[in-house]
């Protein structure tokens, strides 16, 4: 008898999630991704040395609006964990596909053209028989825009949940952060401050991780000498990027990692003595 009132208020979260979806800002920001997306499309058809800033738009715009509706949670009234989850599968499912599909159907009406086609093949002759959009043919990139698209905008909402969200969440409202897990064993305040440590050294570690991937991504064997090297070039008034990013990932897997230890070892204690 109970199943029809759950299946019921289910069905109504997905609702209201799906209309948060085309409503109020969450609107605004999907009109506009899929607008640099198109844009990003068109600007791609003469650009065949692709190294314009827009054609970088065609794949990354589904993870702007995905990234965005996942962000939005973190000012959103939580009464549950539950929404948390919500909003992480709909912002990692559902929100890329609402800009990858309407920028692959104006793609593939675009290319019906045969003046478009004609500026494509111009473009790339004019090149040295490359594009580098267009390059494997208009099936094939008919095909890699919307699903490379969707794949990014599946990952970013993931990223932004871990590094952003959850770790806001833990500070906010460590009660909902903490609802359903073993942090619920640690008892009185320091449940609060053991759900944050948990979280943000998570979204610590995570970020550290993309750092130290993207930068330069040695050994942490090699910290201390890149470390002074990095501090001498900036001295002389220039830098390495890569070996800032690869230094920052460094520090913040360790911060990350320590965190997310102390916190463990805080819920460990709590279930020790609640066996006891």
């Keep these: 008898m109970t199943a029809e009132p759950d299946a019921e208020s289910d069905a109504r979260l997905w609702r209201d999630e799906l209309r948060s979806m085309v409503s109020g800002v969450s609107l605004v920001v999907l009109i506009a991704a899929i607008a640099l997306a198109v844009w990003g499309v068109f ?82 002759s004019l090149n040295g028989g490359f594009h580098y959009w267009w390059d494997e043919g208009f099936a094939t990139q008919l095909l890699l825009v919307p699903l490379g698209g969707y794949a990014i905008g599946m990952c970013i909402p993931l990223a932004v949940a871990l590094i952003i969200a959850l770790p806001v969440i833990s500070i906010r409202a460590p009660q909902i952060a903490a609802q359903g897990s073993h942090l619920e064993k640690v008892e009185g305040a320091k449940q609060f401050s ?25 050994s942490i064997a090699d910290f201390p000498e890149y470390l002074g090297r990095f501090i001498r070039t900036m001295e002389q008034g220039y ?38």
């Design 43 to 124: 600007d791609s058809m003469t650009d065949a040395d692709g190294d314009r800033f827009w054609g970088n738009f065609i794949v990354a715009s589904p993870g702007i609006y995905a990234g965005w509706f996942m962000l939005e949670v973190v000012w959103k009234r939580l009464a549950h964990v539950g929404t948390v989850l919500l909003r992480l599968i709909s912002a990692c499912i559902i929100a890329p596909a609402l800009v990858a599909i309407p920028v692959g159907v104006i793609q593939a009406i675009a290319v019906a053209f045969p003046g478009v086609r004609d500026t494509i093949t111009e473009a790339k």
């Design 239 to 276: 830098v390495y990027w890569e070996d800032g990013m690869w230094l920052l990932g460094v520090v913040c897997v360790v911060i990350g990692v320590g965190l997310m230890g102390w916190g463990c070892v805080r819920v460990l204690f709590a279930r020790g003595a609640a066996q006891d």
């Design 194 to 218: 053991t759900t944050a440590f948990v979280f943000c050294g998570l979204g610590a570690t995570t970020l550290g991780i993309i750092l130290w991937v993207f930068g330069e991504g040695r």
